[in-house]
């Protein structure tokens, strides 16, 4: 069986205050495309397919858009909720879509959830779990101590029957490790300081491959089969040099997993531009990329910009951020770098340095031994 593997669709996403859904649309029936294109079986979700617990008529009126083409050409989906996603809305209409195909998981209600298809390889069982908190699951297995993520889904996982000599699935919505293996995460995603989040990826060894949502890049974690898929559009600054794409995964007999991402192009890319202001917006350079691009851009001019934002926008109108890269900024990260010596350094040691980035040169002995009588007195 074929499958696309996508997730973290954050349909209603605002980025810097620019609307995401003009792009969202585009990015759906590209997605709608290659499927066909494929001879795709079904289309995984992954989890936050909203942005926002509440999701705005747009979003809505896209996903449902988007639902019923993917079954009006019989592709079925599996579907699950994220930590951005309600339960509660997500599952609304779930058991008449359900007769149409598309399987809805987004209430933990002590077990998991199982799609069961049939192929020429036998039977295939997609397990479904969508985002879950250790308190939750505690109310669940009372005589199990579940303090962390990591405990919760192993408990899951282990009062869970999962016939091995099958071809077993798992879509869920977590931060995962692999041991000392983190994966690359995005200023976009939220996660908690301290790794109380993390899940271990041995939970899991008994799927042939894991479909996981909540990154937004593209990787594995641990095995090539344990994936995010990433979402399908650039979603901050910190995501500006990803690759976005979405998962091919062709089932065949067990231990037989086939992958490839498949590339997604978007209408307006989010990148990131740097160099003086007049070079930036002079006609000859800017036109050499698409000017309605979601830009980042890093000025290095030294004198102050009257409205930089007004004259970049005026030929980068999705100007979404502004920064500065000059001596001026790099003066104040080498100062913000002696704030961290303040309590190993002496006041002498630190007018030393204070005085080097000041003036481009290191204190003469003199001016050292005059300083350092003043400070004593």
């Known amino acids: 069986m074929k499958f696309l593997h996508l997730a973290d669709l954050h349909l209603g996403k605002r980025v810097n205050e620019f609307s995401m859904i003009n792009e969202q649309k585009h990015i759906l029936n590209q997605i709608i495309e290659v499927a066909l294109d494929l001879g795709i079986d079904t289309i995984i979700i992954a989890g936050d397919v909203y ?9 809505v009126i896209l996903l449902d858009n988007f639902l019923t083409k993917l079954t009006s050409e019989g592709i079925s989906v599996i579907m699950i909720s994220g930590n951005h996603d309600s339960s509660e809305r997500l599952n609304f209409g779930s058991r008449l879509m359900k007769k149409n195909k598309v399987y809805i998981n987004s209430i933990f209600d ?4 199982k799609v069961v298809f049939n192929d020429g390889y036998g039977a295939l069982n997609i397990y ?8 939750l699951i505690a109310t669940f297995y009372p005589d199990f101590k579940i303090t962390t993520y990591d405990k919760a889904i192993k408990v899951i996982m282990e009062n869970t029957e999962i016939n091995t000599s099958e071809r077993n699935m798992l879509v869920a919505h977590q931060f995962v490790t692999s041991g000392s293996e983190s994966p690359e995460r995005s200023e976009s995603e939220s996660i908690s300081v301290g790794g109380i989040d993390n899940v271990d990826a041995s939970s899991f060894d008994k799927f042939d ?7 937004h890049k593209n990787q594995k974690i641990g095995r090539e089969t344990i994936r995010y898929s990433g979402s399908p559009l650039k979603y901050s600054i910190s995501e500006v040099n990803h690759k976005k794409s979405i998962t091919f995964i062709d089932m065949k007999e067990k231990g037989k997993t086939i992958l490839k991402n ?19 917006v002079d006609e000859n350079i800017a036109r050499l ?8 851009a890093i000025l290095t001019d030294e004198e102050q910009i009257y409205d930089a934002i007004g004259q970049l926008r005026s030929v980068y109108p999705n100007t979404m951020k502004i920064s500065f890269d000059n001596s001026k900024t ?19 040691e630190l007018f030393q340095e204070f005085y080097a980035i000041q003036n481009n040169r290191e204190m003469s002995d003199k001016q050292i031994e005059f300083i350092s009588k003043l400070l004593s007195d």
């Open 289 to 296: 990329n698409n000017t309605n691009d979601y830009i980042h």
């Open 209 to 215: 491959y894991v479909a996981l949502g909540h990154l």
């Open 51 to 59: 942005d926002k617990t509440i999701p705005n008529n747009d979003a």
């Open 128 to 135: 479904t779990l969508p985002f879950v908190k250790p308190a």
């Open 110 to 113: 002590g077990k998991m959830n």
């Open 262 to 280: 498949i590339p997604l192009m978007p209408i307006n890319d989010l990148r990131e531009i740097r160099g003086p202001i007049a070079s930036l």
């Open 330 to 348: 790099k003066i104040n990260e080498t100062f913000s770098g002696l704030s961290m010596d303040l309590n190993t350094k002496s006041d002498l």
